[in-house]
């Protein structure tokens, strides 16, 4: 008898088993960074709270 394996994890839905793959698990953290930063980066208040000050000097050397 052949043992079957399964490359995914199953989650419980209203219902029915989800099949979620493991390559899907495994991009989860890259993915919600990436959300994470696309919603952080459409606000423009705080994108201004950590704006650093000295970007927008030009640079002129003393001496």
Avoid: C, K
Avoid at 1 to 15: C, E, K, Q
């Amino acid at each position: 008898m052949a043992v079957r394996r399964h490359d995914h994890l199953a989650v419980a839905g209203p219902g029915a088993w989800l099949p979620i793959p493991s390559e899907l698990l495994s991009a989860l953290p890259y993915l919600v960074t990436i959300v994470v930063l696309v919603i952080v980066s459409r606000n423009r208040q705080i994108l201004m709270l950590h704006f650093p000050a000295s970007l927008v000097r030009p640079f002129r050397p003393s001496g």
